[in-house]
């Protein structure tokens, strides 16, 4: 009879262990994201930096009548310097396009997935396209004008989500957006078309992320 109520006992302990075993485990898991989080804070990760480096124009083309439109292909090369020593950057896609006056006058280049590693470089060259975007009237207008002034100031705009990573630890989304302004200096418009198009960073891209 007593080697039943030990027998009892027994599988009754090893019962509470096994119910106390997935909290043990997870309250583990818990404790190393908090602490991991923690050192996250304390390193206080500063946000990247852009450079527009380049911006070269293979096509420019405004129409004169309603309903206006701009065509447009080029290039730029936009670098990015990660300044933390303990903290990677994870970028998820990325959109890049141009503006004028706050309007679209790119389709969106969707660039991949990086990783930028602590104190890494990053550099992309994405081709950007747009093919009888529409544009307002009033952006026809100031358009034509900054045109034959020789000088159209652009902007290439960069948006998409990052991520911090501490070791194996990943934070959530931020929204990252980048604005890069450039002037774009026209060469000799005697024969209706610019025969040089090339752009010119006019300062440091602004850069914000958001939660």
């Not at 039943?4 to 027994?10: L, M």
């Not at 065509?71 to 990325?94: A, C, D, F, H, K």
Request: net charge neutral; proline share 9%; aromatic share 12%.
């Amino acid at each position: 009879m007593s080697e039943k109520i030990a027998s009892v006992n027994v599988g009754c302990s090893n019962s509470k262990k096994l119910k106390w075993f997935p909290w043990g485990t997870g309250g583990l898991i818990v404790f190393i994201g908090l602490l991991v989080f923690v050192v996250f804070l304390v390193l206080h990760p500063s946000k990247p930096s852009f450079n527009l480096e380049d911006v070269t124009f293979y096509q420019f083309n405004v129409s004169k009548v309603p309903p206006y439109a701009i065509t447009i292909i080029m290039q730029v090369t936009l670098s990015s310097r990660n300044p933390n020593s303990r903290i990677g950057v994870e970028y998820q896609p990325l959109h890049v396009y141009a503006t004028y006056r706050d309007q679209q006058i790119t389709t969106a280049y969707l660039l991949p997935p990086t990783y930028q590693g602590h104190k890494e470089p990053v550099v992309w060259s994405p081709p950007l396209t747009g093919y009888d975007m529409p544009i307002s009237p009033y952006s026809q207008q100031s358009l034509d004008q900054d045109w034959h002034a020789g000088v159209v100031l652009m902007n290439i705009k960069l948006q998409g989500d990052v991520k911090w990573k501490v070791g194996t630890w990943i934070s959530p989304k931020y929204h990252l957006y980048v604005h890069c302004p450039a002037n774009i200096r026209f060469g000799d418009l005697s024969n209706g078309g610019p025969n040089l198009i090339k752009g010119q960073p006019v300062d440091h891209c602004d850069v914000e992320i958001a939660s």
